[in-house]
């Protein structure tokens, strides 16, 4: 297993590419040992889909597939490059071709399922095979750039709550040696033995949620490893990684450390400044006169506690300077993991136009608290940070204008219709921020639509991956949704408020200093 006890820096795993490969090639490269560079694993499928209807600029996503299929000896990547490249690119006012997406089936392809029976097994459900092959060459591709060229350590980071395609990019990031994984946004038990499982190429199932089954009434995702480019790929010799559980408090960390499969190998304890997801205050919602959630001090971890499980952990949120890092070591972590302060560098995935948007209100003397607002436009129900900037989904008169739709669903739910009058029940699919009368009419219910904002199209538009649409005859880009931690001083520091750009290299010798060791 790859051996972590040294890093002290690890850059976070934000967004959808906005950690791609360059940000955390740069990162693992700077101080090889001490730092881990973080790809974040969500949405990589359209992520990859979608650059090579761009044309593939530089060529990198070819010369990755190329190195999948060479290999292993398949022709799976190339199937893909057949599929979706575009030579020169995609014309500016045409939209991307859809990527597959992330529907559901039994193993006989059904979406029909009868009433359960008493001692009945799990439900396997499964994607079509098309999908898992673009997870898992997509997920390798990713990893395999971000190693490229040096012995660095390199992680991935899943939110947890996107569960159908997780196994999968798993497995392909462990095909790349990926060094680390990472999972937060939900409890991620039972994936640190599906991660040993895979370092064997051995089949799994993991259960996931369905809404509105029957008491005891169980359904799982399974894959087999060897039912893949004809069992070739479990031919590779597998590095089993590191596996960090993110945590918002102690609670998470002690009943993962009791795990009955296996516990994590470390935790990341993410404070609730953190920038993306975070966990909801403990207790009923209140909001401040902004609509913020409101945190206490029940929401602070007890890094005692947290100590006394023994395991290793890194401390996330307001940690990104070197003051920061040493009062983490103090506190008996292993280091740091900072993500806001990496997503402003020049190698970040982040769009140009808003990372020098946000610094230009950095230049205007905008404070931390104006530019950075708690919200609950997730449709996870997660709280969710998100940027201040005039044209993004953050301006009530750009979401209001925008026609809600869910042609992504990476986020959605899976649950069953009620049973018909012959007793079968149909597996659907919904999400909180689509259509209100599509929700409605899959047992949803109106009022938790109220604020849902699509992160699918508006995370994909951040990285200027944003899909062309039509609207009243005029064609217009999804509208962006930027998210940053609240706490930005290690930008002011690094951009001298506004007024410079810099690198991920500046972020690396900021926070660590000249030691090595930090």
Known sequence: MQDMSKVRLIQGGMGVHVSNWRLANAVARARPGYTAGTVSGTALDVVYVRLLQLGDPGGHVRRAFHAFDHQFGTTIAQKILDRFFVEGGK??????????????????????????????????????????????????????????????????????????????????????????????????????????????????????????????????????????????????????????????????????????????????????????????????????????????????????????????????????????????????????????????????????????????????????????????????????????????LSDPEVYDNRRRVCDLGILQQIGLSKPDEAGTRALFQRCAAGPIESYVSKRGLARNTDERHCLCNGLLSCVGLGQVKEQQGELYEEPAIVTLGNRLDGVRRLSRNGQFHYWAKDVVDDILGADSSG
């Open 91 to 392: 014309a500016p006012e045409a939209r991307f071709r859809s990527s597959p997406m992330h529907i559901v089936h039994t193993a006989g392809g059904n979406r029909h399922l009868p009433m359960p029976n008493g001692g009945h097994a799990p439900v396997l459900l499964q994607l079509e095979e098309d999908l898992v092959e673009l997870l898992i060459v997509t997920a390798f591709a990713e990893v395999w750039l971000a190693r490229e060229g040096h012995d660095g350590v390199v992680c991935m980071n899943f939110l947890h709550k996107i569960e159908l395609p997780l196994i999968y990019a798993l497995y392909g990031a462990m095909l790349a040696g990926v060094s680390g994984v990472i999972v937060g946004a939900g409890n991620p038990d039972g994936l640190p033995a599906i991660r040993t499982c895979f370092s064997r190429h051995e089949a799994v199932t993991r259960e996931i949620p369905v809404l509105y089954r029957e008491s005891g009434e169980e359904f799982a995702i399974a894959f087999d490893p060897r039912s893949i480019a004809e069992g070739k790929l479990v031919s590779a010799t597998m590095t089993r990684p590191a596996f960090l559980a993110i945590a918002s408090l102690e609670d998470l960390v002690t009943a993962l450390a009791a795990s009955e499969s296996e516990a994590p190998d470390g935790f990341i304890i993410e404070h609730h400044t953190a920038g993306g997801h975070n966990a909801n205050p403990i207790g009923p919602m209140r909001r401040d006169e902004l609509g913020q959630p409101i945190y206490s001090e029940r929401d602070e971890p007890d890094l005692a506690q947290i100590r006394q499980s023994g395991y290793p952990f890194w401390l996330a949120g307001g940690y990104g300077s070197h003051e920061g890092l040493q009062k983490a070591l103090a506190a008996g972590a292993s280091g740091v993991q900072v993500g806001s302060v990496f997503a402003l560098a020049e190698e970040s995935g982040m769009k140009a136009e808003y990372r020098s948007a946000i610094l230009s209100e950095l230049k205007r003397g905008v404070d931390d608290a104006e530019l950075v607002r708690t919200t609950l436009f997730s449709p996870t129900g997660f709280s969710f940070k998100v940027v201040q900037i005039e044209g993004t």
